[in-house]
């Protein structure tokens, strides 16, 4: 079953400034390009730039706990020196009976 997952980022203010977009491009393309990856879409807090929820699009459970463990390993990033706080993940599958 398809799922989505909800990637929110909570960037240090002066993280804008020194490539925080540069670096989520790159981590991006990365992740686009992983096996069952249907697609990711990045939101911006109109409120609050600082704030960002990447909106991730898997084929299945399986494909995106790869992706998790291979970011975990060899896919590891800078990311988190951009970072002021962890980021949250939550995971959602279609609640096609509603």
């Known amino acids: 079953m398809a ?6 980022l909570r960037a240090k203010p002066e993280a804008l400034d ?3 977009h540069a ?9 686009r ?12 807090d109109t409120a609050d730039p ?7 699009r898997w084929v299945s459970e399986e494909h995106d706990a790869a992706y998790r ?12 020196s951009f970072l002021a706080s962890p980021p949250v993940l939550t995971k959602f599958t279609s609640a096609d009976e509603i």
């Open 33 to 44: 390009a992983f096996e069952g990856c249907l697609g990711v879409d990045v939101l911006t």
């Open 18 to 20: 020194q490539g925080l």
């Open 50 to 56: 600082t704030h960002l929820v990447a909106v991730e």
């Open 69 to 80: 463990a291979w970011r975990a390993g060899d896919g590891q990033t800078n990311l988190a």
């Open 3 to 8: 799922i989505t997952a909800f990637l929110e």
């Open 23 to 31: 670096e989520l491009h790159a981590i991006l393309s990365d992740t």
